[in-house]
């Protein structure tokens, strides 16, 4: 059964940091691209990061880069997004999923999470004084 499990959201002040976690299982993690993607208040799915499956490469989209930094750990299938310098805007649910979001738009990516097993469940950061 293919699983993706976020982890690591919470309640921050602005500045501060998070590490978010996703564990993967159910299909051979160290060979797929992983993306992960947020969705704010009221707002369409963005794609933040993606990273290849042997890690060497990584996109960061332009609202977050120079502040996130996605890592990888095959061994452990797990995938990992660290947050820092958080504003206020970062606020969202923030999702794991099987392969490359950099150039999806939010309908294409809201179709491909619909009832999809490659999507996770989402874990929510707020950024909230």
């Known amino acids: 059964e293919v699983q993706l499990v976020e982890s690591g959201g919470g309640l921050v002040q602005p500045g501060g940091s998070l590490r978010l976690s996703c564990v993967a299982s159910?299909?051979?993690?160290?060979?797929?691209?992983m993306s992960w993607v947020r969705q704010a208040p009221g707002k369409g799915l963005e794609c933040v990061s993606v990273?290849?499956?042997?890690?060497?490469?990584?996109y960061y989209s332009a609202s977050v880069k120079g502040r996130f930094t996605v890592s990888r750990d095959n061994p452990k299938n797990t995938l990992y997004l660290q947050l820092n310098s958080l504003k206020a805007e970062d606020t969202a649910m923030y999702y794991c999923?099987?392969?490359?979001?950099?150039?999806?738009?939010?309908?294409?990516?809201?179709?491909?999470?619909?009832?999809?097993?490659?999507w996770g469940q989402g874990t929510q950061v707020t950024v909230s004084s």
């Open positions: 990273i290849t499956s042997d890690g060497n490469d990584t």
């Open positions: 159910g299909f051979p993690f160290r060979y797929v691209s």
């Open positions: 999923a099987k392969g490359n979001f950099r150039y999806g738009d939010a309908a294409s990516m809201e179709r491909s999470r619909a009832g999809s097993a490659w």
